[in-house]
């Protein structure tokens, strides 16, 4: 009898750690796609390249570091 009632206390604990590990998967896919980079960096140019800020242009060449203003 004891050994039935060791059974279903692992089968809970293991349907408990799948839940919530499926839980962590979900809230990882869930907040992971709210992640934006604010910097980026441009590594090479072709043709006719313009940066504006504010209505203005900026300088820009090649290997330069750009940030968004949030």
Known sequence: M???GNNKKKIII????????A???IAFLYFRSQI???TMRILRLEGVVTLEEDGKNKSIRENVRVKRNV
Not at 14 to 21: G, R
């Open 2 to 4: 004891e050994n039935k």
């Open 23 to 25: 839980a962590a998967i």
């Open 36 to 38: 934006r980079a604010t």
């Open 14 to 21: 293991i349907a408990v750690a799948v839940l919530a590990l």
